[in-house]
């Protein structure tokens, strides 16, 4: 199973972007769905989640109003929207595929059985 993250980049603070997360190799829809994020010198901390069927999500707390996670089973894809950036969100993103019902809601980073290689956000001012 390899998991592809794409769309990072660079955007002034107040922008958006949107994150795609592409799995392949397994079967997409048996896998709750999440983001995560290192800053440099910090450790990596949850950003988002989604449940296998796509109906239940989960946030950080810092960005759930600005942030949103989705899925499109069909594409084998999870996404990540991001909007009115600020500079404390430039981080490397990484997506993560747990198998385990109820992951979503209880997003533990040693529950995840597969991640992506990252795709880089750099929010400037």
């Known amino acids: 199973v390899q998991l592809q993250a794409s769309g990072g980049g660079l955007v002034q603070a107040g922008g958006s972007l949107r994150l795609s997360c592409t799995i392949s190799?397994?079967?997409?829809?048996?896998?709750?769905m999440g983001w995560f994020r290192q800053a440099p010198g910090k450790a990596r901390e949850f950003v988002a989640a989604?449940?296998?069927?796509?109906?239940?999500?989960y946030y950080k707390e810092s960005v759930k109003d600005r942030f949103t996670i989705s899925r499109v089973n069909a594409k084998n894809t999870v996404y990540l929207q991001m909007i009115s950036l600020k500079l404390e969100d430039t981080a490397t993103y990484y997506c993560?595929?747990?198998?385990?019902?109820?992951?979503?809601?209880?997003?533990?980073?040693?529950?995840?059985?597969?991640w992506g290689k990252g795709t880089q956000v750099t929010v400037s001012s």
């Open positions: 993560a595929a747990a198998y385990g019902a109820g992951w979503y809601g209880r997003p533990d980073p040693s529950g995840v059985n597969y």
């Open positions: 989604i449940n296998w069927v796509g109906r239940s999500t």
């Open positions: 190799g397994g079967i997409f829809d048996n896998y709750d």
